[in-house]
Nanobody, 125 residues
Framework: QVQLVESGGGLVQAGGSLRLSCAAS????????MGWFRQAPGKEREFVSG????????NYADFVKGRFTISRDNAENTVYLQMNSLKPEDTAVYYC??????????????????WGQGTQVTVSS
């Protein structure tokens, strides 16, 4: 059974940093695209960042460029999201996702096949 488990969320002041982790189990995703999405109350789930299986290619939503960094450790079957210079508008539940594709870095929810349960990130002003 495939499982994605996020961790690292919490409460932080504006300008602070958090590092999210997503540990995959049940199968290896070392060749697959992994992504991070977020969903704020009353809003749709939105793409934050994605990374190719090799880790060479990455993609970021404009609103996190220069502040967030995605990375992965395929030996540990884990993906990370380093979040710096956090803003109150970054407050959301952050979800890890895995795509069966080994080619694209999708930006749509429908393009990902496996999802974690989410971790809450709250940024106070």
């Amino acid at each position: 059974q495939v499982q994605l488990v996020e961790s690292g969320g919490g409460l932080v002041q504006a300008g602070g940093s958090l590092r999210l982790s997503c540990a995959a189990s049940g199968r290896t995703f070392s060749r697959n695209t992994m992504g991070w999405f977020r969903q704020a109350p009353g809003k749709e789930r939105e793409f934050v960042s994605g990374i190719s299986g090799s880790g060479i290619r990455t993609n970021y939503a404009d609103f996190v460029k220069g502040r967030f960094t995605i990375s992965r450790d395929n030996a540990e079957n884990t993906v990370y999201l380093q979040m710096n210079s956090l803003k109150p508008e970054d407050t959301a539940v952050y979800y890890c996702a895995a795509d069966n594709s080994q080619v694209r870095i999708g930006v749509r929810v429908q393009e990902y096949d496996y999802w974690g349960q989410g971790t809450q990130v709250t940024v106070s002003s």
